[in-house]
Structure formats: structure tokens, C-alpha cells
């Protein structure tokens, strides 16, 4: 922020502009990737049920959840609370 008051307004004000629309070009990406990802579950999800739900719990099943939901519950999280 101290570098923004150095410089002179247009510059200033060019670099916020800048600045807001890789913020924006963030934003359009993750929810484009979260799309994908809600896409993704949604037909796969008959094929978990009937392939991995009935299986026994062992370390890949663990694994399996934890990939599929844990951690894209995270990354939801985190997009939702920038």
C-alpha cells in the first residue's frame, strides 16, 4: 500500500484498475473450476454409491472420501470466505 501512495495518481489509480481485474479473472476461474468440480460429482455419483459405498472401510476408501470431499470442501470454503 505504502508503494500506491508513492506513485502519482494515474499510476495509482491504473494499478487498483489492474489490480481489480485480476481479482475478477481469479474470481471467474474458481468459479468456473468449482462448476467442473459440482459437474464432476454429480455424474459420478451413482457410480460411488454403487462401487464405493458398499465396499468395506479400508485405508483407499479413507483416502477416496478424503480426496473427493474433504479437501474440495476446502477449497470451496476457502474461494467462499476471500
Known amino acids: 500500500m505504502l ?3 508513492a506513485m502519482p495518481n494515474a499510476t495509482a489509480q491504473a494499478a487498483a484498475a489492474d489490480l481489480a ?3 475478477q479473472a ?3 476461474v474458481a468459479a ?3 462448476s467442473c468440480l459440482l459437474y464432476d460429482y ?3 455419483l451413482g457410480q460411488e454409491i454403487g462401487r464405493i459405498w458398499p465396499s468395506r472401510m ?3 476408501k479413507c483416502l477416496y472420501f ?3 470431499y474433504v479437501v474440495s ?3 470451496v470454503s476457502v474461494h467462499a470466505l476471500r
Open 26 to 28: 481469479v474470481d471467474w
Open 66 to 68: 478424503a480426496n473427493r
Open 32 to 34: 468456473a473450476c468449482i
Open 3 to 5: 508503494a500506491l501512495r
Open 73 to 75: 470442501a476446502m477449497l
Open 21 to 23: 481485474r485480476t481479482a
Open 42 to 44: 454429480t455424474i459420478t
Open 58 to 60: 479400508s485405508l483407499a
